[in-house]
T-cell receptor, first 112, second 113 residues
Framework: QKEVEQNSGPLSVPEGAIASLNCTYSDRGSQSFFWYRQYSGKSPELIMSIYSNGDKEDGRFTAQLNKASQYVSLLIRDSQPSDSATYLCAVHSSGNTGKLIFGQGTTLQVKP | DGGITQSPKYLFRKEGQNVTLSCEQNLNHDAMYWYRQDPGQGLRLIYYSQIVNDFQKGDIAEGYSVSREKKESFPLTVTSAQKNPTAFYLC????????????FGAGTRLSVL
């Protein structure tokens, strides 16, 4: 069974701090990795995608991928109360199916 | 506006009843997916379709059925065989050749009366 693991949290950080969210996956053949943000009662929205080892930055968000360690992370700089949400890590399943495997999500609370 | 439309937003099912959730997309995406989300949980794949007239079971297909007669539409039927249907149902679509990014509709919240 291919798995994606996240700490469910909640992760609590003060406003302006860096929030660090982590994810590990079991499928060594995975090539595509995604972070989705989900506000309570809403559907997930894509915030980052990453396909190669290293860092990818987009505004206040940085995704980090280490395929050797099967580890992907998301850093949120200058955290804002509006960043309070559940962050879902998703990993593309190897094989030509387009299937994503989701972690259970990490709840982030940014306190003013 | 391009997007994925799910309807209804809220749905109530009586005992022994089949209900159908609608998912329509105008993004010209080839692949479509149905997920179920229970409180505090991630998304679990019910069914997916990579092309019209073809679909595959996901991890939790029992008690559900789908059809894919048109590229734009991928309805999900929750049958009476699904004994615990209360959940948030999400439809997604993607173009597999563009990095497998999936985009989601707003979801349907199903409850049992």
């Amino acid at each position: 069974q291919k798995e994606v693991e996240q700490n469910s949290g909640p992760l609590s950080v003060p406003e302006g701090a860096i929030a660090s969210l982590n994810c590990t996956y079991s499928d060594r053949g995975s090539q595509s990795f995604f972070w989705y943000r989900q506000y309570s009662g809403k559907s997930p929205e894509l915030i980052m995608s990453i396909y190669s080892n290293g860092d990818k930055e987009d505004g206040r968000f940085t995704a980090q991928l280490n395929k050797a360690s099967q580890y992907v992370s998301l850093l949120i700089r200058d955290s804002q109360p509006s960043d309070s949400a559940t962050y879902l890590c998703a990993v593309h399943s190897s094989g030509n199916t387009g299937k994503l495997i989701f972690g259970q999500g990490t709840t982030l609370q940014v306190k003013p | 506006d391009g997007g994925i439309t799910q309807s209804p937003k809220y749905l109530f099912r009586k005992e022994g009843q089949n209900v159908t959730l609608s998912c329509e997309q105008n993004l010209n995406h080839d692949a479509m997916y149905w997920y179920r989300q229970d409180p505090g949980q991630g998304l679990r794949l019910i069914y997916y379709s990579q092309i019209v007239n073809d679909f595959q079971k996901g991890d939790i297909a029992e008690g559900y059925s789908v059809s894919r007669e048109k590229k734009e539409s991928f309805p999900l039927t929750v049958t009476s065989a699904q004994k615990n249907p209360t959940a948030f149902y999400l439809c997604a679509s993607s173009i597999p050749d563009t990095g497998n990014i999936q985009y989601f509709g707003a979801g349907t919240r199903l409850s049992v009366l």
